[in-house]
């Protein structure tokens, strides 16, 4: 009982969180799905606390603990994915900033009268 | 695209100087700052200068004169994003030479030339000023020791080529490189790895020995324990640049010269010889 509880709270936790967010448009609407997806599965397992062990059988996991194992790897590969996309816009905050400094720098420029140059 | 300096040719003298830029990357050097622009004009003023201000909080920006372009990053980006708006800023205007000067004054006005000289002597595509090539007086900790030791061997054995000062931020470029660093740039601790990827691509990358003031400012003594990141850091990027390269798609073929037989390495005898022929 307590499982299905905890289970239960954590899910909807999950899924109220993201809502959140998301009404506050601190999170896009592509990343929903990948709450939904962590979220889901406790849900899930709260309604159905015997799925684990179903699951296990299915997938003949002798152990059910060894799909908390699967769902680190799961989270884990999210965490990658994550990192990617800060490492992407990372780039391209780079990027952006030297873009600001070169323009700054030719608006001085135009201001003190000097010839305008060409900046990429 | 207009490039004002771009119908030059490669040409040793004073008045060549105008294809050149240098950049001075700064992060909180209002104090040695002006002194470093002032001798870099009165050595060199034929030369265009660009000070990157990479977020600095203090008055770095205010003591850059007028003749000096500025480009002031709206936020920190280390020293590989500032690095990189210098070299942006050179390719877009159609610079042929960039030199690196830091903005500290660890680096001497006076050695400028001897760089370029020996990139338009050597047809080098990177020259580094290196402070360990003759036997001078600059002195570093036993712990920076093992790291230039470690950084080179790392160095070796990637690109086959032996530098005696890896990490040294006194360097020239000539347009190839210009274009390859405007394309992609490291963003921590980028000399070693530069190097390293230029040989790789086929570039000639060589050493002269240049003269470098010891820190004035004393805030960089790195410590241990950031030595070894150091180490690691450049160590990873090193061997991951075995795999990927970064500058695939910023037209490579087109670059490339053609004296692909020239040596890509540069030995100290074969750097010092190019020194010697420079003056």
């Known amino acids: 009982m307590i499982r299905t509880i905890v289970l239960l709270t954590l899910g909807v936790l999950l899924l109220a969180l993201a809502f959140k967010r998301l009404r506050q448009r601190r999170l896009k609407e592509r990343y929903v799905l990948l709450f939904a997806l962590l979220g889901l599965p406790f849900l899930a397992l709260g309604f159905w606390p015997d799925g684990v062990v179903y699951l296990s059988d299915l997938l003949q996991i002798e152990k059910p603990t060894l799909l908390v194992l699967a769902l680190t790897v799961f989270v884990v590969l999210m965490l990658l994915e994550l990192l990617t996309l800060v490492s992407v816009q990372d780039q391209k905050l780079t990027r952006l900033a030297q873009d600001v400094a070169m323009l700054a720098e030719r608006i001085d420029r135009g201001k003190a009268g000097e010839p305008r140059t060409d900046v990429e | 695209m207009v490039h004002p300096r771009g119908a030059h040719d490669i040409d040793v003298g004073a008045d060549g100087l105008a294809e050149c830029l240098i950049i001075v990357p700064a992060f909180n050097e209002e104090s040695t700052l002006p002194r470093v622009l002032y001798d870099l004009r009165r050595v060199l003023p034929g030369a265009d200068i660009v000070v990157v201000d990479d977020g600095s909080t203090d008055g770095t920006a205010s003591v850059v004169p007028d003749s000096v372009a500025l480009l002031r990053l709206p936020f920190n980006l280390g020293i590989g994003g500032a690095m990189q708006a210098g070299y942006r800023y050179a390719h ?19 050695e400028v030339d001897k760089l370029i000289a020996a990139l338009k002597r050597t047809g080098a595509d990177l020259v580094i000023g290196s402070r360990f090539l003759e036997r001078g007086s600059y002195r570093q900790s036993p712990a920076r020791e093992i790291g230039s030791v470690l950084l080179r061997g790392a160095i070796r054995l990637v690109s086959r080529v032996s530098l005696t000062d890896c990490t040294s931020g006194f360097r020239a470029a000539n347009g190839r490189a210009i274009e390859l660093f405007a394309h992609w740039y490291p963003d921590d601790y980028p000399e070693p790895e530069v190097a390293a990827l230029l040989v790789r691509n086929g570039c000639r990358v060589v050493e002269v020995p240049a003269r470098m003031n010891p820190r004035t ?7 241990l324990a950031a030595g070894l990141v150091y180490v690691a850091k450049v160590g990873i990027a090193l061997f991951l640049d075995v795999f990927r390269n970064p500058w695939k798609g910023a037209g490579l073929d087109r670059l490339q010269p053609a004296r692909a037989e020239a040596p890509a390495s540069s030995t100290e005898a074969e750097a010092a010889g190019a020194w010697e022929r420079a003056r």
């Open chain 2, 217 to 223: 400012g004393g805030r960089s003594s790195i410590t």
């Open chain 2, 92 to 110: 877009g205007l159609g610079y042929r030479i960039a030199v690196q000067v830091d903005g500290d004054g660890q680096h001497q006005a006076e």
